[in-house]
């Protein structure tokens, strides 16, 4: 199972049998005042500067949310995927709750994009989806409806399903739906992480797709998060994970990612893990 995405000059595969995929995080608004203020101002150097700063810590797919309240988001959000389209060829993952924001987002960018996201909600559905076919895009699918993000595995299982079979219908090859089974705080839910990983596992095993995960969530509110991300990121590529969502400028998350490639055969004579140290210390 194959998902490719591109840009105008760029194509990234994501499969199981290919080497992990980074998709860098860094342009959302969330807890980020510096940016907020950029990207209400209008600001869009910054963005250009955290999307070169990811692509050279190993991003392969860049995510862009502005979502920002009181902005007029499909217009920033255009704004936003010209300026880094200025700097960088890598494709990108347009991001956005609001609809018209991914229709904007969408005609802006130039080559076959990654939307973030879908969900099980019939309104969700039936609003992105067409928009998801016509512009010939892949679609992240989140495992929560109506009734929010369940717990149990195989109720994530059941909307992951749903998602799958609603893109079908509308015309979306399986290979271009990615599912995200959603990692929420193990310190607000102590089962969080397993309920996670078995996730994981049965999508894996019973739907083929490829999956993605905003990792960091996993370790919120608790110490040494670097640390706890790490880890389940590493558990999680063996329960089915391929293209997480993280922040590839940190050290221990890219090397983890390194690693992990290297140890299950990705990574041809350890080039890609000796580079990244060299370059590493070299700074």
Known sequence: METTVTSSTKTVVIGPLQPIVIIGERINPTGRKKLTSAIEEGNM???QEEALKQVQHGAHILDVNVGVSGIDEPKMLAEAIHAIMEVTDVPLCVDSADVKALEAGLYAYKGKALVNSVNGEERKLKEVLPLVKAHNAAVVGLTMDDRGIPNDADERLTIARKIVEAAQREGIPLQDVIIDPLAIAVSAYDKAGVDTLDSLRKIRDELGVNQTLGA??????????TAINATFLAMAVMCGLTCPIIDPTVWEIRRTILLVDLLLGKDEFC????????ERSDQ
């Open 271 to 278: 080039m890609k893990y000796i580079t990244a140290y060299r």
């Open 216 to 225: 960091s969530n996993i370790s919120f509110g608790l110490p040494v998060r």
């Open 45 to 47: 150097r910054i963005v």
